[in-house]
């Protein structure tokens, strides 16, 4: 397992990517690109568990550490995914402090957890490292946490305060929209969410991250406190590469 965790708490600046297609070949592509970290999408993503084994191989040929977001705060999918080595899992959509104490105990064995116990899976090496994984994995996974709703960001002091709560992650498409200011990304009160996070993780000696949709954002985002922080996809990435080299050719064609 490549581990992260520690820098994450102690402010260091990690940089990462969104990987959304479900291909092993855009994550190595990222993983060789010199992100720190890159998240592998099951929630909205295009991949499944199927492919998600093909991805975190192709991570593990590079130095990036893969986080994998599940598709919901659901103890079995945490194990699932877990089992298969990953550095950390993010959390959609917690929004009450029992729903992050519930992801923290997903995300360990006992007694600090509810994580069930299995030694032939990839996380261990298949058991050849069991005893070492057993006794380190619950300190050095990372565990992410959501807050993408107005819900969230009133209870968002007592969600940083759970223990095993490593990073307060905003996603700020499902937050604009749950504040009513869908997209409006240089809204004012999108803005005084995002100071109210930072402040919150920083309080509660936590890290603060975000999903940042267009690089204008960097400038304010990361002088907030956040530090645990993405630009871009895989699939925008793609998408907006094609659309530019479409409308190049388009320009000699005969009217």
Not at 33 to 62: M, P
Not at 79 to 88: A, E, F, I, T, W
Not at 115 to 139: H, M, P
Not at 161 to 187: E, K, N, R, W
Request: aromatic share 8%; glycine share 10%.
């Amino acid at each position: 397992m490549k581990s992260i965790r520690e820098r994450a708490l102690n402010g260091e600046l990690l940089t990462g990517t969104w990987c959304n297609l479900g291909s092993s070949l855009t994550v190595e592509i990222a993983g060789l690109a010199g992100f720190d970290w890159l998240t592998i999408d099951l929630e909205h993503g295009s991949g499944g568990y199927e492919s998600l084994v093909h991805q975190l191989q192709a991570a593990d040929a590079t130095p990036v550490a893969p986080i994998v977001r599940v598709a919901w705060n659901d103890p079995p999918r945490f194990k699932r995914v877990l089992d298969l080595g990953p550095s950390g899992i993010l959390v959609p959509y917690v929004s009450t402090a029992e729903e992050a104490a519930l992801a923290a105990r997903s995300m360990r064995y006992p007694p600090d957890g509810i994580r069930g116990v299995a030694k032939l899976n990839r996380a261990s090496a298949f058991g050849q490292e069991f005893d070492d994984y057993l006794a380190t994995a619950n300190d050095r996974l990372l565990t992410v946490v959501q807050i993408e709703t107005v819900q969230a960001l009133d209870n968002v002091r007592e969600i940083a305060s759970v223990d095993g709560v490593d990073v307060l992650f905003v996603g700020p498409l499902d937050l604009t929209v749950s504040l009513g200011i869908a997209q409006q990304f240089d809204h004012p009160r999108f803005h005084a969410a995002m100071g109210t996070v930072a402040e919150a993780a920083r309080s509660a000696g936590k890290a603060a991250g975000t999903l940042m949709l267009a690089p204008s954002m960097i400038d304010w985002t990361i002088p907030l406190g956040y530090n645990f922080v993405a630009l871009g996809s895989d699939g925008g990435m793609v998408a907006r590469g094609m659309r530019e080299a479409a409308a190049t050719l388009a320009r000699y064609k005969r009217t």
